[in-house]
Each structure stands twice: as structure tokens, then as C-alpha cells.
């Protein structure tokens, strides 16, 4: 009797603890943004380590507008995990712009790597900086995409107005890339990773020669008004096919979010995928050699760390100050 006391003791301890290693029956949503981006083929590789790894799960990643969608779509409870950009998502906490009065309550799970803001046309069109929008015919990013949030500020910042100085159109990338190839619009913007598959597909275009516009020198101005989101950074010579000079641009985080009502156990686990298959990760997208322990810093998020996502970080003792 006594023996199976203990067993009984012994067996419902583990049950405790199981739910830092394994979920009963679950269903994850994962959104991510287009399939010309980023977010979309590394949203589809977490999907399948969370499958893969963590008993019970079936994860399945969904194609958006990109962060303000996704932002609002966990704002709803209607997707569990979100790959979003730093700046819509601190919108997105405190009810301004897009969210104007509905804030979404969220936690960070991880920091993912910088999202490089693209200007993109190609030669011909006589643009080679920013003055040269002036007049023309540009897609500033599709409904519902932080590319648009981050390109209105870029404009603005450049002493341009996007109504009134330029064509506006509200096109993703992969759109954008087409409509380009097609001479309906003049150039784009657009915020992802690098090599983005939609760029990379207008660079390898015959007969077409892209040109990426520098605009770094924005950023101070950008942050002067919406605090230190932003900073310079660059896309290296060589990045596209036929980019034959290094472009100076700004850039911004991209996060992995959560509802605030997320389990502490789902968090840790997604974490712990996350940084113990990264190279598996990779395979899909080489940005998820970019998430490091070492960006795990609230400098780089305005939004707190989940705690299933800081108890995994001081497990392995990266240090995050919340």
C-alpha cells in the first residue's frame, strides 16, 4: 500500500511538471504576413518544429497582411503566436494609430532579428533618392503591414508628404515586384529580412537592374518623434543579384508575441523550440541564424517578456532585464 502511495505521489508530480516538457491536444495558430516576405516561410518552419517537437501540438502558420493584421488577429484571440515588427507593436499596446482605441494585450516571446527597410525601384525611372519620389507612382505597402507603418514615418521624416507628393499605391511585395516589372508603378518599400524573395526576384529580372535608395540618414528624425525604435543599418553589396553597392538604411526589431493570456508552459515551449532548433530553423529561412541569445534585450522589444519565455532564458542563463 505504501509503495503505491508513493507511486501515486511520484506520478502526480510528474504530471505537475509535464507541461514544461509536452501539452495535452493543442492547435496553434502561427501568423505571419505574405509570401513574398520573410514572416511567411519562417512562420512555416516554427509551425513544423512545433510539431515536430512538442508532444500534442499541431501548429500551422497562416498568410496575412503582415504585423498590424497580426496584431489585431491576437488582439481577438483569433491566432495564438505573431511575428511582428517593435514599432507596430507598440502601437499596438498603446491603442494609437491603427489601433486606436483597442489596444491588444501582449507579451513577447522572443526577439527575432532587424527587419531592414527596402526602397526599391529600378533604373530608368530617375530615382536614386529620396527627393526623386516626387511625382512618382510608389506602393508603400499592402493594408494591414507594418511596411506601410514604417514607410509613412520614413516619408515623413524625408520632409515628404505621401498624399500629396507621390502616386500612392498599397501593394505587398510580391505585388509591388510584379507591378514594377510590369511599369505600373515606379518603385516600393518594404520591410523584411535579408534576401527578401520578392526583391531578389525583381533583381534577377533580365533586362532590369535595381536600385536600392540610401535613407538612414532619417532615422534620428524618426526617433526624435517615436522614441528609440529605430537605428542605421545596411544592406551589404552583393545581397540581390546586380547590387553592386552597399545601401544605408533604417531598421527596426522583429518579435515573436503572444496574447497576455497565453499559458506560461505554451511560452516556454515555443521558446525553447525556438533556440534549441535554430540551425533547423534556418533551413528554411538563414534570418533564424540572426535570433541570438544576446538580443534577448528589452532595448530591443517596448513590449515585456512573456514569463514562460523568461523562465527558459534563465534556465540557460541569458540574462533579460523585463
Known sequence: MRNRLAAFVLSAVVAATAPALAQDKMNLSIVTGGTGGVYYPLGGGLANMLTKYVPGWQA???????????????????????????????????????????????????????????????????????????????????????????????????????????????????????AVKDRKIDGYFWVGGLPTAGVTDLAATPGTKIVLVDHSDVVAKMNQKYGPLYATGKIPAGTYPQQTKENQVATVWNILIGHETMPDAVAYNVVKTIFEHRDEWATVHKEALNVKAENQLQANSPIKFHPGALKYFAEKGIRVMN
Request: overall charge neutral; proline content about 3%.
Open 60 to 178: 500551422t502558420a497562416e498568410v496575412t497582411g503582415g504585423s498590424v493584421d497580426n496584431l489585431k488577429l491576437i488582439g481577438a484571440k483569433k491566432a495564438d503566436i505573431a511575428l511582428v515588427m517593435a514599432d507596430a507593436s507598440l502601437d499596438a499596446q498603446r491603442g494609437e494609430d491603427k489601433f486606436k482605441g483597442s489596444p491588444v494585450p501582449q507579451l513577447a516571446l522572443a526577439v527575432l532579428y532587424p527587419n531592414i527597410m527596402h526602397i526599391v525601384t529600378v533604373e530608368g525611372t530617375g530615382i536614386t533618392k529620396m527627393s526623386d519620389l516626387k511625382g512618382k507612382r510608389v506602393s508603400t505597402g499592402s493594408p494591414g503591414s507594418a511596411t506601410e507603418v514604417m514607410a509613412f514615418r520614413v516619408i515623413e521624416a524625408a520632409g515628404l508628404d505621401k498624399d500629396k507628393d507621390m502616386k500612392r499605391e498599397r501593394l505587398g511585395v510580391a505585388e509591388s515586384t510584379n
